[in-house]
């Protein structure tokens, strides 16, 4: 079983920057990829960034370009999402992800809100 716990939402003006972290525990046998998605109200949950924990290639949405930054930390067990120039459409809760080769764990999300 492995618990995933994201952190760091909050309020932000437009252009404005966030970081948010994920802290994973428990175990993670084989760890395939771990990414950032977000809903937005009334909207589908989305891929925004997704790293592979192997080859460390990655993946982002288009709206995420240029913009965001998904890294990992030293112990691999921390994921991370630099947000920058945030626009009030990247509103959203934001969940991290960790797929491993038998399963998928999500954590609880954590708010982020871009306004003026």
């Known amino acids: 079983q492995v618990q995933v716990v994201e952190s760091g939402g909050g309020l932000v003006q437009p252009g404005g920057s966030l970081t948010l972290s994920c802290t994973t525990s428990?175990?993670?046998?084989?760890?395939?990829?771990m990414s950032w998605h977000r809903q937005a109200p009334g909207k589908e949950r989305e891929l925004v960034a997704q790293?592979?924990?192997?080859?460390?290639?990655?993946v982002y949405a288009d709206s995420a370009k240029g913009r965001f930054t998904i890294s990992r930390g030293d112990t691999g067990n921390t994921l991370y999402l630099q947000m920058n120039n945030l626009r009030p459409d990247d509103t959203a809760v934001y969940y991290c992800?960790?797929?491993?080769?038998?399963?998928?764990?999500w954590g609880q999300g954590t708010q982020a809100t871009v306004s003026s």
């Open positions: 992800n960790v797929r491993t080769q038998l399963s998928n764990y």
């Open positions: 428990g175990s993670a046998f084989n760890t395939l990829f």
């Open positions: 790293i592979a924990t192997t080859t460390a290639y990655t």
